[in-house]
């Protein structure tokens, strides 16, 4: 049985879904989204960027949207991305497991304070 | 010079990956250089790429390697197979690869940095003997020059002929082996590269700045930005007689969707939206907009009415056609419940927080192309970017910004006469050239704020320059306006609200000098000045809830 390719899913491709579950978003727009939610501790290049969006958009977690502007003439060109509804799931779930290691943490004491 | 980097690293990435996604990925690295100025941010950048470079090269090349191939069927029965990639440990020889390309790009971006940072270009000429050199204080386009010293080291120089010089290298600074005549044998001027700091009276050296008219200016930057915010000086007239011109540029027109402007209460939109759109809206209710501001408690300058009615006018002759909103920014405080200063403390403390959400609701949400026309002082990046433009960065939009600033590079007596030759009005993009090297605070305040460390550069991304700092004026509203009718007597309860006692906001002249001399404060007569009233209590409180639009 062939290996999902991103079975676990990696980090990088975790926040971008993150990054868009609020709203379609650019390539420039979502490495500045996951700079901010990780406070500044993961600023994705652009070689990592789009081969975890490629695989993503493979995997159908996340699909390009056309928007009006692009159309336009004199406008910088981009695409844009959403995620789809399995990409909702997938990173609910996600984030659900991280959830869930970190009540095992706190309960095991090695974090202290008012985490999750 | 970054981009041809970056497209060089670019070509590494199998070819598959480079048509699906290496237009993207340069844009991205396009949309870094221009928002991360400045040396240390440089190093970031490329720091950033290199990294990325040995992490997701290897991982790209593994995934075209194992690219799947339709293989024809021969036969009807047998069809072709496919499978799915799988994810696992990199390859020896490719991080190997990626650590090598790393190290020379890291060798030769501190190569090119080194040489920025130590060497700058000046003019030559030669002196009264074929031995002697003199330099030409740079002046880029003005060659005509203050005469500097001689250049040390001319005793190392040698004339092999008369249009070509060249140089013993006994001087380990002196680069630039030779360079060619080009004002015939009794003198030449050229170019040579000289240690910074060599040469006393030689200036700061950067490039030329590319001056732009600042409609053709103001129509790129909007075209290649979704926000660009301006960032205007209080009531200058200069500056309004260019905008009322540019919202009747048609280019303008269809490019911007909104305007968001600091100069109009938010109670009012509704008003405005019809006085905009080209309705008959009586005069007294739609300048309740700009004549009951909380953010300007004294009397507004006559230039703003002027440009709403320029915007009205711009939509009326293009109506049917794309029409531009002006969209209010001021908080929706009414002046006719405000009895004192706990009533206004909430909606000053927040005029920034209130501005960034009107952009954000009527903007950013709506995926609008914007205009924003707020004081400099809101906009200018002094520690980092401010609150508006932080709000947008948020939402995912690099805004770019434009502030008004003057000839002003240093005292109030220091003016630059380089900017003479400029077209005005003019835009002028800050980034790596001497423009952007200039002190900030003099520049944007006509020389009456001092300088400090803060470079222009760093401030903004481009400079509107409406003409030298004395031709500038600022238009106040007419004493006859004021003196003794119902809306001075308002403004004169406005203003004691805020100061605690009567202040005079009447004055003879219209027009004004935009940036006076400063004068030494005259010592108090007739007892000590009234103290400032305490701040109220409420400027920690939320913004109220909104009352409906009028």
Request: charged letters at 25%.
């Given at each position: ?116 | ?232 000086a ?172 003057t000839?002003a590079?240093g005292g109030y007596d220091n ?26 605070m003099p520049v944007v305040t006509g020389g009456m704020a001092p300088a ?17 700092r004395?031709?500038l ?40 000098p935009q940036f006076p001399r400063p004068q ?31």
């Open positions: 049985m062939p290996k999902r390719k991103l079975d676990p899913l990696p980090s990088a491709a975790f926040q971008i879904l993150l990054s868009l579950s609020d709203g379609e978003r650019h390539g420039y727009s979502i490495m500045r989204q996951v700079e901010e939610q990780t406070s500044g501790n993961m600023r994705l290049g652009p070689g990592t960027l789009y081969s975890s969006i490629q695989a993503m958009l493979e995997e159908e977690l996340i699909e390009e949207v056309t928007r009006r502007g692009d159309a336009e003439p004199g406008h910088e060109r981009r695409r844009y991305y959403r995620l789809t509804p399995s990409g909702r799931k997938r990173v609910r779930s996600e984030a659900e497991k991280l959830a869930d290691v970190l009540r095992v943490a706190r309960a095991r004491n090695i974090l202290r304070g008012d985490y999750v | 010079m970054s981009e041809k980097m970056y497209a060089l690293m670019l070509r590494l990435y199998p070819a598959q990956f480079r048509a699906s996604f290496g237009e993207e990925a340069m844009q991205l690295v396009r949309d870094r250089v221009r928002d991360e100025q400045g040396a240390w941010a440089k190093v970031r950048l490329w720091a950033d790429l290199a990294v990325d470079l040995a992490a997701s090269l290897p991982r790209a090349r593994r995934r075209s390697d194992a690219v799947l191939v339709v293989v024809p069927a021969h036969s009807s029965h047998v069809a072709p197979q496919f499978d799915v990639l799988q994810q696992g440990v990199p390859n020896l020889r490719a991080i190997a690869y990626g650590a090598m390309f790393s190290a020379v790009a890291f060798g030769a971006l501190f190569t090119w940095f080194g040489y920025s940072r130590n060497y700058r270009e000046v003019h030559m000429v030669q002196g009264p003997s074929k031995h002697d050199l003199l330099a030409l204080s740079y002046s880029g386009r003005h060659p005509g020059a203050r005469r500097g010293s001689e250049v040390p080291g001319a005793g190392t120089l040698a004339v092999s002929d008369e249009s070509e010089i060249k140089v013993s290298r006994k001087s380990a600074h002196i680069v630039l082996a030779s360079w060619r005549s080009d004002s015939g044998p009794s003198g030449f001027q050229s170019t040579q590269l000289l240690p910074a700091g060599a040469q006393s009276s030689a200036e700061p050296q950067t490039s030329q700045p590319n001056v732009q008219g600042a409609t053709v200016a103001m129509i790129e930057a909007i075209g290649a930005h979704q926000i660009v915010m301006l960032g205007e209080h009531g200058d007239k200069q500056e309004y007689e260019w905008l009322n011109v540019l919202v009747k540029n048609r280019e303008f027109d269809q490019r911007v969707d909104d305007i968001v402007v600091e100069f109009g209460n938010s109670l009012y939109q509704k008003s405005v939206d019809r006085y905009i759109a080209g309705e008959d809206v009586p005069m007294g209710q739609v300048e309740k907009a700009w004549r009951n501001m909380i953010g300007s408690v004294g009397p507004p300058s006559p230039v703003y009415g002027e440009f709403y009615a320029a915007v009205r006018a711009a939509n009326m002759k293009h109506r049917g056609k794309h029409q531009i909103r002006i969209v209010l920014g001021d908080p929706y405080g009414d002046w006719e419940k405000i009895n004192d200063a706990e009533d206004v403390g909430p909606y000053l403390a927040h005029r920034d927080e209130w501005y960034a959400q009107v952009v954000k609701d009527e903007v950013l949400a709506k995926d609008h192309h914007a205009l924003l026309i707020m004081g400099s002082g809101h906009f200018l990046r002094r520690n980092g970017t401010g609150l508006v433009e932080s709000t947008i960065r948020s939402a995912g939009t690099i805004p770019y910004l434009v502030v008004f600033g000839n590079i003016l630059d006469q380089r900017f003479d030759s400029w077209p005005v009005p003019a835009i002028v993009a800050l980034a790596g050239n001497w423009v952007g090297d200039l002190p900030a400090t460390p803060l470079k222009l550069s760093d401030a903004a991304d481009a400079l509107l320059y409406v003409g030298p004395d031709s004026t600022e238009v106040r509203m007419p004493r006859a306006e004021l003196d003794g009718t119902p809306y001075g007597n308002e403004i004169a309860r406005r203003l004691t609200i805020q100061m605690g006692h009567p202040v005079n906001f009447l004055f003879d002249q219209t027009e004004v030494p404060q005259p010592q108090p007569t007739g007892g000590p000045r009234p103290p400032l009233p305490p701040m109220p209590k409420s400027i920690h409180d939320p913004l109220p809830a909104r009352p409906p639009s009028q």
